[in-house]
């Protein structure tokens, strides 16, 4: 049960929030046009990294906004949040 | 390999045995293999086993970089089943489950396969309908499937709920008798101990850290103990492919999920079947020890941390309390946690990768222990022949591309 | 009975308050303040249980947690507790107890004969054998689950009842010994929220079973001071009974409080979980005394030397008239001092060291006790009850003599309990002078203190704890202005190391796992035949896998593979701790959340009118609806008919109300409902509704539902029912983090709208004479829709139609739900409205052919694939379009949306069934589609089905065959799905 810090809320448990799975991989420029193998990489690709990883979260229960959290895979610590648009924040090294 | 059987247990047991030898060798890599696998679960295991069985391909090595058998293979529930609703996804697991019917004369080795049947509960119309296409589609693959009533279900499991008036009554639901349970460590060393006695090289505590690569094609792998050259690698790293995958410089179509089970005290016998729910969500059988073994939920963030959190297991307790209302008095003795691959169409991807050389089996997701010797026998006909097995083609990676994906959700909506 | 093994005064028990309880169907009596192990060995009972796998007899072995052997079942009825251990089980008046897994009786248990066999039951016996003949493994699988389990379980439902606490606070310490005690007391001196949470009735720890001096007064003095102290600050929280279970992430952990017992009667609740959010714990939960490796170690009346001077220090039983120590380590002599001050004749301390250079031993000899240095026990005799030892010296082990006595209290050191700690990450290093796991660098949010910490010294347990208290409350944001904790506790210099953990063998049984009948040949049968892995040998021999989870013997275990392997203990390594910490009840863990609250059930505003009027309900996702409105003996297929009827014929009215319905407002509105959908909007008028189908990104129609146009940037959106939450969060994602270009506001409306479908030929005639509105096919036309007064509450009426036939959709704001509905009914009694639940709904979207997503739509189907096509805009772009181009979502495989009608008209096609080309017996048979819905129409007066058949549309006209389970293989024709007014004439009445 993690403890997610909430940029417009705060620190709330886990049970409030909505998983949004990795942040920040984009639709290919002009999709439409894009090969199926680069749609499947958009699709269904992801990096699934054992360590830090940007990731989307809903705080479904509460301000229902989305946000991104860093956070580790294996420690499951969390480094940092931002908002939409914030510059990104670096990865712990 | 000396055979087990009752004779051998007796001779040791008076003393006039000779001593039981290693069920496998701990040996030293050699600098060069034909096929390396990488991953010592019971699909790496099985993989080496019917490469060396089937295709007299002997010169391989597994690589494991703990202990055998410690990945999801020992983590899991121990269902064995192969009521898929799709055609390719059928023909895959009732393979395997052909496979698990003669496994323990196969590999002398007492895999404890016991086709004890299996329940998937529906508890409203919906499941029934689903359960209906399911079964339908399974009699016409050959896979012996059944729709019961509700009757039926409750005389065959006397202690589920029988009330009507809960959240989800029982309706009915579907069974397959050939399905069961097994002895989830026993199928990695019985693996172990028959691709050991045909040469395989099982290699404990070795790490993957790299890729070696001569232009599109791999030559071998960097180790924790050292460098091996390798013709072919098969990456069966389950919850790990994403990593490997990374080495070798693309990515999956996987997610890594934390799936947690637990177990109960032992009793004595309370349940003769495997029972599992969708609406409720859980699913059951009791152990030849007596404990109650139980799946849960997977938590929805990514992890590999081989621990999910406690909420999980707390909606398996009352979902178990629910349909078995016996079960609240009785003590849970321990928790654990797997890391599951996890595809977007909850199907696995056995076959080849961008890199030449180099086959991959994973995406399991919750689902992969059913699976063991049949996905060992398609993935070593695959690398064998560098071409997908018949059963094996319908889960290449192109099928993201192309969009032919086999989407199992409905179906496998409790998974496992 | 007499309490004969009661000493005549000590301990912490309530003399004054007898209980009388039941064993085995004997009565005994006991004490307040007795656990059942402690009142059982009060009058002289040992024999208590059967072992696992040999059915040997067992006694009680230790004091809590640890206790591998004396596991009982407690209760009667539907209140049975199997597998309850004696030693953690409080007694109180009338409890009843009963040994288990043994048959005819405890004494004599036929089970037995198991031991006998030993010796072809090694350890991974069962792999090598029971391979057949055929199929033989079924009947040796029977046998061998018979004799397997331990307790039972209750037959009826438990009658108790479980909560679920949730609690915050800055310092959780787990464990109110010293080292826990001193921890909150300086945490909470910092003014910081502290909780501590014990498992004992009483706090103290190891202090209640050892007589020490803090501050030059009894230990357990300054135990009642700070406990004092501890209840009057206001920010101190204090849990007896209450254990914890397990760490989980980011200081979440999992504790369970028993419920005090009442005599007779329950308890409010029995257990109550608490889920704590510490930012800072502080783990000092003590340590657990091990035993020794000899032969014939699992003999009734053998028992942790700890143990043995707890009973007598804190209950007052002698649980011996002659005691043997054995150990290898200065600790236990405390045992053979305490029992000797108890009265208790011990003849004699066996160390398994040759040099005895501490304090502790020499104190032993100045009292007079018969010390025997480089000693082991090498050998028990008696058989229910243990009559002597077989002493010897290490280093000439046949040189036997024979003590008689009737308790053997051992040691081997004590092994922290480091539970907590490695599930919070924690990685424990291995300390070879106390043989024992010690943590290495603390996790986040946790300090380990005393003796958890391998600080076994009284002093350093206090000052430790104290320490890990100034510390938390330190990181917690709080510092210690208060005059620092002093406490001096002088004890003889104790040292701590310990030596051998095994005496000479001489080939009898030697128990590592007591419960599971683990020995030490089979760990090394595991290690001869590769299982080197430590992970391998547990699994293999099942050590450390039973109730007790290697408690007592897992570090026994790593050291006997550590010698089969040649390697040191840390290279073989330990096995993981995983929750719980102890057993925890499934009634624990589900809490409430069990019977009436397992789920929520959402209900509509109408549910009690449902209710009221006889509906059936059936569950859909949260909700539950009203699936029909069966008259008093009618079967639901012939009220289904009834109310199918009267929507074609008349009028019926249906609680629609689980639609889910999103506001959506924004200058951006218009645009953004054109990127979600796959059909345009921004083309609807004002006033106008339209039919919607999404898409995810993978081009799968996702949801489908009536969208309108209430201004030009105000939209009602709904959704399918079981839909609304994932949709919701869905469209939230696309506006907030990669449409910021559009401004537009969503808000989830579902449970402020109450909506009643008005069907049927007479739908204007009753909601005429109840609204303000120009219902008019001119004014309000199909597909328009409108505000205005309905039985004088707001409402808005859409003019959609679920039935083809004339549809109202009124939309009410919530609390007027109920209101409204009973105004329709009313008006509509003349014309003979029918309530009508979602069977005739669907029934009634079948005969028209519209699909029901989750029906005709299993997350494989595109629009194309339902006909809808012409749905699909090329104009402008949305939600996965990209993906439509795909290979796979075009040509002559794909599956498409067509009727079937059975060539018997009678037939109702089971919906599921799979579809043939044509008939075969051949399996696996090529199957080109399924049955997705299918109903006996009561318009058409046949059956009808929809399907999903390869190529469908192509195939208008042929004959295709379902083969039924265990029935007749079925002709039935492709036909258009729209059964019912494919011209469209009858939407306007």
Redesign the interface.
């Known amino acids: 049960?993690?403890?997610i810090p909430c940029p417009y809320c705060g620190e709330r448990?886990?049970?409030e929030f909505?998983?949004?799975?990795?942040a920040h991989f984009r639709r290919p420029e002009n999709?439409?046009e894009?090969t199926?193998?680069a749609?499947?990489?958009y699709?269904?690709?992801?990096?699934?990294?054992?360590g830090w990883?940007r990731?989307?979260w809903?705080h479904?229960a509460g301000c229902?906004?989305?946000f991104y959290v860093v956070?580790h895979?294996?420690?499951?610590?969390?480094s940092s949040v931002y908002k939409?648009?914030d510059p990104l924040p670096d990865l712990p090294s | 390999m000396k055979r087990y059987s009752f004779v051998q247990l007796l001779r040791n047991a008076i003393g006039l045995g000779d001593g039981w030898q290693q069920a496998w060798r701990s040996p030293e890599p050699k600098p060069s293999y034909d096929v390396v696998i990488v991953g010592g679960g019971g699909h790496g295991l099985a993989t080496a086993y019917y490469l060396a069985k089937n295709h007299g391909v002997r010169n391989v090595a597994v690589l494991e970089k703990g202990w055998i058998g410690g990945g999801n293979t020992g983590r899991n529930t121990t269902v064995v089943r192969s009521n898929y609703l799709w055609d390719e996804s059928a023909a895959i697991y009732e393979h395997s489950l052909k496979l698990w019917e003669g496994l323990t004369q196969e590999l002398n080795f007492n895999v404890m396969f016991s086709q004890r049947n299996l329940v998937m509960l529906a508890h409203t119309e919906h499941e029934m309908i689903e359960a209906s296409r399911r079964v339908h589609a399974n009699r016409l693959n050959g896979i012996d499937a059944e729709i019961w009533s509700r009757e039926q279900t409750l005389a065959f499991i006397p202690i589920l709920n029988k009330s009507m008036n809960i959240r989800y009554p029982v309706m009915g639901g579907s069974a397959q008798p050939r399905a069961g349970i097994a002895r989830h460590d026993a199928v990695a060393w019985g693996f172990a101990r028959g691709a050991d006695a045909l040469g395989v090289d099982i290699i404990q505590n070795c790490e993957v850290i790299g890729v070696r690569r001569e232009g599109s094609r791999i030559v071998g792998l960097d180790t924790t103990r050292g460098a091996i050259d390798a013709k072919k690698v098969a990456f069966v790293a389950a919850g790990?492919s994403?990593?490997l995958a990374?080495l070798a410089g693309f990515?999956?179509?996987?997610?890594?999920h934390p799936l947690q089970a637990m177990v109960s005290e032992p009793i004595k016998p309370v349940l003769d079947t495997v029972v599992m729910s969708g609406a409720v969500h859980a699913y059951v059988s009791q152990s030849d020890k007596g404990e109650l073994v139980m799946g849960a939920g997977i938590d929805?963030?990514?992890?590999?941390?081989q621990r999910g959190?406690?909420?999980i297991l707390e909606d398996l307790a009352s979902a178990m309390v629910e349909l078995f209302p016996i079960v609240s008095r009785l003590k849970i003795l321990r928790s654990w946690g797997g890391i599951v691959d996890v595809c977007?169409d909850a199907s696995p991807i056995i076959g080849r990768t961008p890199v030449d050389g180099l086959f991959i089996n994973c995406g399991w997701g919750t689902g992969g222990f059913k699976a063991t010797p049949g996905s060992g026998w398609v993935l070593a006909d695959t690398i064998a022949n560098d071409r997908p097995h018949a059963l094996a083609a319908p889960f290449s990676m192109e099928r993201?591309?192309?969009g032919r994906l086999i989407d199992e959700h409905g179906a496998a909506a409790v998974a496992h | 009975m007499t309490q004969d093994f009661r000493l005549a005064k000590g301990g912490r028990i309530d003399r004054e308050k007898p209980l009388r309880f039941l064993f085995d169907g004997h009565a005994y009596d006991g004490f307040a303040g007795d656990t059942l192990a402690s009142a059982l060995l009060a009058n002289g009972i040992h024999l208590v249980a059967r072992s696992f796998k040999y059915h040997r007899p067992r006694g009680i072995y230790g004091l809590g947690v640890e206790e591998p052997n004396a596991l009982v079942e407690t209760g009667i009825g539907a209140a049975i507790e199997p597998n309850a251990r004696a030693t953690t089980v409080e007694l109180s008046d009338g409890l009843i107890a009963n040994s288990q897994n043994r048959w005819p009786s405890l004494r004599f248990d036929l089970g037995a004969v198991a031991d006998l066999a030993s010796p072809l039951l090694s350890a991974g016996f069962y792999y090598k054998t029971f391979m057949g003949p055929g199929n033989a493994w079924k009947l040796y699988e029977w046998m061998i689950r018979r004799a397997a389990g331990v307790g039972r379980a209750p037959e009826q439902p438990d009658p108790d009842r479980y909560e679920h606490s949730f609690a915050h606070c800055d310092v959780l310490v787990v464990g109110a010994g010293p080292a826990g005690l001193a921890a909150a007391l300086a945490a909470g001196r910092a003014g910081a929220r502290v909780m501590l949470v014990d498992e004992q009735v009483e706090p103290g720890g190891q202090l209640l079973n050892t007589a020490y001096t803090i501050n030059g007064r009894p230990a357990t003095d300054w135990v009642a001071d700070a406990t004092a102290e501890l209840d009057r600050m206001d920010e101190v929280r204090r849990l007896q009974r209450t254990l914890a279970l397990g760490v989980?992430?980011?200081?979440?952990v999992a504790c369970v409080e028993r419920a005090v017992p009442v005599p007779e009667g329950r308890t409010r609740w029995r257990e109550r979980m608490w889920?704590v959010?510490a930012k800072e714990i502080v783990v000092a939960s003590g340590a657990i005394e091990r035993p020794l490796i000899h032969d014939g170690n699992d003999r009734p009346g053998t028992m942790l030397a700890s143990a043995a001077r707890a009973y007598a220090n804190r209950y007052g039983v002698a649980v011996g008239k002659r005691a043997v120590v054995f150990a290898n380590n200065d600790d236990a002599y405390r045992t053979a001092l305490d029992l000797a001050d108890s009265g208790i004749e011990v003849a004699g301390i066996l160390d398994l060291r040759h040099d005895l250079t501490g304090a502790m031993p020499a104190l032993a000899r100045e009292k007079g006790l018969r010390v025997l240095a480089g000693h082991a026990v090498v050998g028990t005799r008696g058989r229910t009850r243990l009559k002597a030892v077989e002493a010897a010296p290490v280093d000439d082990p046949s040189n036997r003599q024979i003590i008689e006595c009737d308790l053997l209290a051992v040691s081997g050191g004590w092994n922290p309990a480091l539970h907590l700690y490695a599930h919070a990450?924690g990685k424990a290093s291995y300390d070879a002078a106390l043989a024992a796991f010690v943590p290495g660098s603390s996790p986040?949010r946790m300090t380990v203190a005393g003796s958890a910490a391998g600080e076994f010294a009284l002093a350093h347990c206090l000052s430790g704890g104290a320490r890990a208290g100034v510390e938390a409350a330190k990181r917690a944001g709080f510092s210690a202005t208060q005059p620092a904790l002093v406490l001096e506790a002088p004890e003889p210099n104790a040292d701590t190391r310990v030596g051998p953990l095994s005496a000479p063998n001489r080939g009898g049984k030697r128990f590592i796992d007591l419960h599971n009948d683990v020995t030490e040949k089979d760990l090394r049968l595991a290690a001869q035949e590769g299982y080197r892995s430590v992970e391998h040998a547990k699994r293999y021999t099942t050590m450390g896998m039973g109730p007790d989870q290697g408690k007592t013997g897992n570090i026994l275990g790593l050291n006997v593979l550590s010698d089969a392997l040649g390697q040191a203990v840390p290279q073989v390594g330990t096995t993981t701790f995983r929750p719980p910490y102890h057993p925890v009840s499934f009634g624990a863990l589900a809490g409430r959340e069990v019977h009436d609250l397992f789920l929520p059930t959402r209900k509509t505003p109408m549910d009690s009118w449902h209710e009221e009027n006889g509906a059936l309900f059936e569950p859909v996702g949260q909700w539950r609806r009203a699936k029909a409105y069966p008259k008093p003996g009618e079967s639901l297929h012939a009220a289904a008919e009834r109310e199918v009827k009267a929507a074609r014929e008349s009028v019926g009215l249906f609680d629609a109300s689980t639609l889910g319905k999103i506001d959506v407002r924004g200058p951006g509105a218009a645009q953004f409902l054109d990127r979600i959908y796959c059909n345009t909007f921004s083309t609807l008028k004002p006033g106008n509704a339209r039919y919607g189908l999404m898409l995810g990104?993978?081009g799968m129609v996702k949801d489908d539902g009536v969208t309108a146009r209430l201004g030009p940037d105000h939209f009602h959106l709904t959704t399918t029912t079981g839909g609304a939450a994932s949709v919701y969060?869905w469209l939230?994602?696309w506006l907030?983090?990669e449409w910021?270009d559009l401004e537009v506001y969503l808000t989830s409306v579902t449970e402020q709208w109450a909506v009643a479908t008005l069907s049927g030929p007479k739908a204007r005639q009753v909601l005429g004479p109840l609204t303000d509105v120009d219902l008019s096919t001119a004014a309000f036309p199909f597909m328009a829709f409108r505000e205005g007064r309905v039985a004088n509450i707001p409402a808005r009426i859409f003019r959609v139609s679920f039935s083809g036939d004339l549809s109202y959709e009124i939309n009410v704001p919530a609390r007027h739900g109920l209101a409204l509905w009973q105004a329709l009914m009313e008006s509509g009694r003349p014309h003979g409205i029918t309530p009508y639940g979602t069977e005739a709904l669907h029934i009634l979207r079948a005969e028209k052919g519209y699909i029901v997503v989750g029906h005709e739509t299993d997350g494989t189907i595109t629009p194309h694939d339902l006909g809808y096509g012409g749905m699909v805009s090329t104009k402008k772009?949305f939600l996965g379009?990209?993906?439509l181009?795909?290979?796979g979502m075009t040509g002559p495989d794909r599956k498409h949306l067509v009727g079937l009608l059975s060539k018997d008209p009678a037939r109702v096609l089971p919906m599921g069934a799979q579809i043939l080309e044509r008939p075969t017996e051949a399996r696996p048979a090529p199957m080109i589609g399924h049955v997705s819905s299918s109903y006996m129409s009561p318009t058409m007066k046949r059956g009808i089905a929809m399907a999903l058949i390869k190529n469908g549309r192509e195939r208008l006209g042929q004959t295709v065959y379902l083969p039924l389970l265990d029935g007749p293989t079925v002709a039935a024709e492709i036909v258009s799905p729209v059964f019912y007014d494919p011209e469209n004439a009858r939407r306007d009445g």
Do not use: C
């Open positions: 049960m993690l403890l448990t886990e049970s909505r998983y949004g799975g990795e999709h439409l894009a199926d193998e749609w499947a990489d699709l269904f690709m992801r990096k699934n990294p054992k990883h990731e989307r809903m479904i229902k906004r989305w956070r895979t294996v420690t499951h610590r969390i939409v648009g | 790990h994403s990593v990374s990515r999956l179509p996987i997610e890594s929805a963030f990514n992890s590999y941390a959190s406690l909420p977007p993201f591309a192309s | 989980y992430d980011h200081g979440y889920h959010r990450g986040e990104e993978d969060v939230e994602d907030q983090t910021l772009d379009r990209r993906s181009g795909r290979a």
